[in-house]
């Protein structure tokens, strides 16, 4: 069964407290990606990975931290650096980064911070 | 600055009855268009995409427009479902030149009742 998997599906943090949420795909996708979804607000790249063992800062980066050392895994750590972390995060891949590859998305973990 | 503005920002419908989304961008350079179909709690599904070239394109029920010298886009839904209620977001590619960044819309989130 093929797509993209994001654990856990909900996430509770204390002020103060790095946290990782996992993403993991079987698509075999060269490129993936990480946003954050606010009510009202259209989705903001976080980070993205064009290829293993690289990556790179999207729009709002402060206070998050990335790895692609597999291929099929690119989890984002969520830092105490960011003070509003509280939203929505989706993860997505794509078979490359180019534009006309679709994005498909992962079911999405949210965490609030207590 | 690119940005893709969608209207209503809400909508109800009786179950039965067609609707229209609309989605006005001002990203430039252009490369495409997609619609999204987000269920809540849920990761996108992507419905449509076209390119500068295309001015239709329908999917089942889904039938989505674009006018690229107006930078407008619209989606039509027909004999709208309750599977139907969920937030439709209108996603913006700007090209290689601008890395394919992807620039979003915040949604119509859409309620069809029964």
């Known amino acids: 069964d093929g797509g993209i998997t994001q654990s856990p599906k909900y996430l509770f943090r204390k002020e103060g407290q790095n946290v990782t949420l996992s993403c993991e795909q079987n698509l075999n996708h060269d490129a993936m990606y990480w946003y954050r979804q606010d009510p009202g607000q259209g989705l903001r790249l976080i980070y993205y990975s064009q290829i293993v063992n690289d990556f790179q800062k999207g729009d709002i980066a402060e206070g998050y931290s990335v790895s692609r050392e597999k291929k099929e895994s690119f989890p984002l750590t969520v830092t105490s650096a960011q003070k509003n972390p509280t939203a929505f995060y989706l993860c997505a891949s794509s078979r490359t980064s180019g534009s006309l590859d679709e994005q498909f998305f992962g079911p999405g973990t949210r965490l609030t911070v207590l | 600055k690119n940005q893709v503005e969608q209207s209503p920002q809400s909508l109800i419908i009786l179950e039965g009855k067609n609707c229209t989304l609309q989605?006005?961008?001002?990203?430039?350079?252009?490369?495409?268009l997609r619609w999204y179909k987000q269920d809540t709690g849920r990761g996108p599904v992507s419905l449509t995409i076209m390119t500068f070239s295309e001015n239709t394109k329908s999917n089942g029920r889904y039938t989505a427009t674009l006018d690229a010298d107006t930078k407008q886009s619209s989606l039509h839904i027909t004999a709208s479902q309750l599977s139907d209620s969920a937030s439709y977001i209108c996603?913006?590619?700007?090209?290689?030149?601008?890395?394919?960044?992807?620039?979003f819309g915040a949604g119509t989130i859409l309620r069809v009742k029964s």
């Open positions: 989605c006005n961008y001002t990203v430039s350079p252009f490369s495409n």
């Open positions: 996603v913006v590619s700007a090209g290689r030149e601008y890395g394919n960044k992807l620039v």
